[in-house]
């Protein structure tokens, strides 16, 4: 768009500072350190600068800069120091005209790329695809924002009008931004219209998948439809804003802003085919799993493109290693893997950075205090990490079903894993609890047991996005729990909430009593059986693992897993050597 020469790019940021100073102070700057020949020079240019310029008005000083800019010039990268100068004398100048603002909105559209031009009244920032008419007022106002795609008559835009209205040019130039990127698509003009026409076309079939028939899970329509329809509450799109779905929400009531993916169009490093028309048939048609029959590629008009169809996360969602290889098995279209920043997944839930454990402290209801730690052992397997994916890349609607389930089962198990995370560090507290990841889509939480000197895992599995079981593990533990804290972890979505409650069902109960080790038994009237493949380990080794703050689940099941006894009556359990051994 524009360059500049080091000279030239010295002298704007001079001119800047030495106008600023001299607005701000009547004395100019004076160097005291004569040793230093380089701030003596520069002392002198900025002295010259502030007698020359200190009676300027500030339209004067922005035009001056503004002809610098405007200097015809061989590259087209902006010029990084002048942008600056003139972002600076914009942010101090107080917009009372339309020349103000005309030159404000002017340079707003030139750094994300666009064009310019006004009439008398009205300003015009203009991209391939679309355009924005804003019509100014003599103070410097705004009366009214409009924006026009391709080939549509221009329509009113409340949110860029709102914007500028308040004078919130940040704002408003993070909005146009995130519109430029939208239908910045690569190629020439008529790849680019291509690309819009494919993408109305996805958006459209979309739509049409939404309206189909299905029966509520729950009591609350809208919650019920982010998560539980098959491809979540379509928000069809407007003239300023993409075409969206909301596909996950963690709180019953939607308190909380949902998981939202934005529909675009992305340029891929390989070519592929996307559709220049409805693929849905009319009616439309269901198969055996209620997901609608999309008609063949060889009976639908399409193009072969160097892009692909995008869903845009907002806000970035940590996916784990099996969950992008799912995301790449659904769509066929390989995600470079030197694109994506691979950690621990516990660091990125909690932004941690350099620790090979992550220690957390969560503050409850009732001042209760919760330490959880993730330990580096455990989730620094390759399997075990994870990436912070902002885009999903597809190309045929029929993969979008599969990749909102996909999306919602990860989100599931970050909801949960979240939980136990919060900012702040770490101090004394009442209870430690140790997390660790058993399976791609089943966690541990290690926890001391009240009244016991031992230890207890609660295990949760999650299989899909819509099924959340939990089970514990111990000695003597009532077998009733695992559907009480199953319920409350369904409704909480909360690991630290449900144990607290847990806590203060197992303090209520009374302590298990122990029944001393008889001598012999007959191991077929033992009445427990351990799990297969697990074989119990000797008393040594049980009265290591009672000394550690935790352990993992597995060792815990070979110690604990029995079938449940009566309500405070711990059952003897065969060792290897055919010995009674007792659990507490």
């Not at 002295?47 to 200190?54: G, I, M, T, V």
């Not at 355009?131 to 924006?147: M, Q, R, T």
């Not at 408003?172 to 494919?198: E, H, M």
Request: with cysteine; net charge negative; hydrophobic share 40%.
């Amino acid at each position: 768009m524009f360059s500049c020469s080091n000279e030239l790019a010295r002298c704007s940021s001079q001119l800047t500072d030495a106008m600023l100073a001299a607005k701000s102070s009547p004395t100019p700057f004076v160097c005291t350190n004569e040793e230093d020949f380089q701030r003596a020079v520069m002392s002198s240019i900025l002295s010259e600068l502030h007698l020359k310029y200190a009676s300027k008005t500030w339209n004067e000083t922005f035009q001056l800069v503004r002809r610098c800019m405007d200097t015809a010039r061989d590259d087209s990268k902006p010029c990084e120091p002048l942008v600056r100068a003139l972002k600076r004398l914009q942010e101090v100048l107080n917009v009372s005209s339309m020349s103000v603002m005309r030159s404000r909105l002017e340079m707003i559209g030139k750094q994300h790329g666009m064009g310019f031009h006004f009439t008398e009244a009205t300003c015009y920032l203009t991209a391939d695809l679309f355009y924005l008419e804003v019509a100014l007022l003599p103070c410097g106002g705004v009366e009214e924002v409009k924006v026009a795609l391709h080939g549509r008559a221009p329509v009113r835009s409340e949110a860029f009008f709102q914007l500028l209205r308040s004078k919130h040019f940040e704002g408003f130039s993070a909005k146009l931004k995130d519109l430029f990127t939208q239908y910045n698509n690569p190629g020439d003009n008529v790849v680019k219209f291509k690309l819009f026409a494919a993408l109305q076309h996805l958006t459209k079939d979309l739509q049409e998948m939404c309206h189909l028939p299905r029966v509520a899970n729950e009591s609350c329509y809208q919650v019920d439809v982010v998560n539980n329809s098959i491809l979540g509450c379509f928000i069809p799109g407007k003239e300023d804003c993409p075409s969206t779905l909301q596909f996950y929400s963690a709180t019953a009531d939607l308190k909380t802003d949902p998981q939202v993916a934005q529909i675009a169009v992305c340029p891929s490093h390989v070519t592929h085919r996307l559709q220049m028309a409805s693929v849905l048939p009319l009616p439309l048609q269901l198969d055996n799993q209620g997901y609608p029959v999309f008609t063949p590629w060889t009976d639908v008009p399409h193009e072969t493109f160097p892009a692909c169809f995008v869903l845009k996360l907002q806000p970035v969602i940590p996916i784990m290693v099996p969950f992008v290889d799912k995301i790449s098995r659904i769509t066929e279209v390989a995600i470079p893997n030197s694109d994506l920043q691979w950690a621990p997944f516990p660091h990125l839930l909690t932004g941690s950075d350099g620790q090979d454990s992550v220690f957390t402290l969560k503050r409850l209801p009732g001042d209760a205090i919760h330490t959880y730690v993730f330990p580096g052992e455990a989730w620094d397997s390759p399997a075990h990490r994870g990436v912070m994916m902002d885009s999903v890349p597809f190309t045929h609607p029929v993969h979008v079903p599969n990749l909102v389930e996909v999306l919602r089962h990860q989100c599931v198990i970050n909801t949960l894993l979240s939980s136990c995370t919060s900012p702040g560090p770490v101090s004394a507290c009442d209870q430690h609890f140790e997390v660790r990841l058993e399976t791609d889509t089943s966690f541990s939480v290690t926890f001391h047991r009240p009244h016991l000197d031992s230890l207890a895992v609660l295990l949760v599995d999650i299989p899909n996005s819509h099924q959340l079981a939990c089970r514990l593990f111990g000695a003597g533990m009532d077998a009733s729990l695992d559907g009480h804290v199953s319920d409350i972890m369904k409704r909480c979505m909360s690991v630290p909430l449900t144990l607290q409650a847990l806590y203060i069902k197992m303090e209520d109960a009374p302590p298990p009593v122990s029944i001393p080790a008889v001598a012999e038994s007959d191991p077929s009237t033992s009445s427990c059986v351990l799990m297969e493949d697990l074989s119990a380990p000797k008393q040594e080794e049980n009265l290591a693992a009672s000394e550690h703050l935790s352990v993992s689940p597995s060792a815990t099941a070979a110690a604990n897993l029995c079938p449940v006894a009566p309500e405070g009556v711990v059952e003897p359990c065969l060792t290897n050597n055919g010995q009674q051994s007792e659990l507490v």
